[in-house]
């Protein structure tokens, strides 16, 4: 009985995985489409929402950008140590810090991909207010910033929890 819940909770896993990789990749091919066919991607779509296309070699929001490819494939090579160290703390954790670790490892996992596959990975989310724009971010940047949100909020209420209980 044991080993058929467990393969339930993995391909559960896997499902959320899958689903965060493609959502991510469906909405990146659907931008580089409008580029190819338009040229550029500079879509207005509210006063505080636009779809513009740039391209990021660096980490997170366009952090540590270099056009040194010594350095890009270095970065490249600790993302992936990053990424699997997140595949052994999923492995090893449960309840909702899992799926946190989920959300980051399948965040994670599209941006690896477009680092591979592009040598860069397209950034297009556009949050601005006046001529004040945030990071320009995607999907994959979601699920990751999303994720480790959770984790902090998680660590800061679960363990004041845990501590009150020892007291």
Do not use: Q
Request: include cysteine.
């Amino acid at each position: 009985m044991m080993p058929k819940i467990k393969f339930k909770k993995i391909l559960l896993n896997l499902i959320i995985i899958l689903i965060i990789f493609f959502a991510d990749r469906i909405s990146k091919v659907y931008i580089l489409e409008l580029a190819e066919f338009g040229g550029n991607v500079d879509v207005y779509i509210t006063p505080y929402l636009s779809l513009y296309l740039i391209w990021n070699k660096g980490i997170a929001f366009g952090l540590l950008s270099f056009d040194a490819s010594s350095i890009y494939n270095t970065i490249t090579f600790i993302i992936i140590g990053i990424v699997l160290i997140i595949s052994v703390m999923i492995i090893k954790s449960n309840g909702f810090k899992k799926y946190c670790l989920i959300s980051i490892f399948a965040g994670s996992l599209g941006n690896l991909f477009d680092r591979i596959y592009y040598t860069a990975v397209p950034d297009f989310i556009d949050i601005h207010m006046g001529d004040f724009h945030w990071f320009i971010f995607n999907v994959a940047d979601i699920f990751i910033s999303l994720g480790v949100l959770c984790l902090i909020l998680a660590e800061v209420f679960f363990n004041k929890e845990k501590k009150n209980e020892i007291k």
